[in-house]
């Protein structure tokens, strides 16, 4: 995409990018840079931009052109521009990337503990024997009716007290359970944030994709020997 061309141009052309090359081969020396001249590092940055060209291709791709004394030089630094785009990419990245995981990471590990403390409830009215509030319902009722028709008061009386247990926390169970199902249903979308954010933090995944690698030249680019005979021939004879 057009955009993404643009960002990496971007990265290409920046600062850290151009002073890490320039340190990695001592540029102020290679380009003859008077270091006590007035405005050395002005010069230094002049030549580097006029020695290296980074330039959008009709393909919707980045040609990286660099010129210099010793082309092997000028192969290495065009190379070597085009491997510092990931770690520099990586690096804008990282900081927000740790703090988007860090954010997803305390609400799934939150989201967890809801999830526990309603599990808790739900074992304790279990433990009352509340776990299907509408099957028992209707089980204690029936039972509760046969009993009274038998005359069995002490089996309608241990009924009675199962169904005041159920009836004092069955709209609880209920609540609880169909908060349960919300939450986990919940845990479930923030666990897939989780798992993004946390592939962010850890892959390794090149940011570009290289075409061609930059080759030695065997010709000279610059400056072209017979243009300049033809132009001091063309001037002698005028």
């Known amino acids: ?118 599990e808790d409830s739900l074992n304790v009215l279990s433990a009352l024997e509340v776990i299907d509030v509408k099957s028992q319902s209707e089980v204690y009722s029936d039972q509760y009716a046969s009993a009274l028709a038998s005359g069995n008061k002490r089996g309608a009386e241990e009924i009675g007290k199962k169904l005041k247990v159920l009836e004092q926390y069955g709209s609880a169970s209920l609540i609880l359970k169909e908060k349960m199902f919300e939450e986990v249903k919940k845990l479930a979308q923030i666990e897939t944030k989780y798992v993004e954010a946390k592939i962010d933090l850890e892959e390794n995944l090149p940011n570009k994709y290289v075409v061609d690698y930059a080759d030695v030249s065997e010709r000279k680019a610059y400056p072209i020997r017979w243009l300049i005979v033809s132009v001091s021939l063309f001037s002698t004879l005028l």
């Open 1 to 118: 995409e057009e955009e993404d061309v643009e960002q990496l141009m971007q990265v290409l052309q920046s600062t850290e990018i151009r002073n890490s090359i320039i340190n990695k081969y001592d540029l102020i020396n290679h380009y003859d840079i008077d270091i006590d001249g007035k405005y050395p590092m002005t010069n230094l940055y002049k030549t580097y931009d006029k020695n290296v060209k980074i330039s959008r291709t009709e393909f919707m791709s980045i040609r990286i052109d660099v010129l210099d004394e010793c082309p092997q030089t000028a192969a290495n630094i065009a190379n070597d521009i085009s491997e510092l785009a990931d770690s520099t990419i990586r690096r804008m990245r990282k900081d927000r990337i740790e703090r988007a995981f860090a954010i997803v990471s305390k609400e799934f590990e939150e989201q967890k503990r809801k999830i526990k403390e309603i």
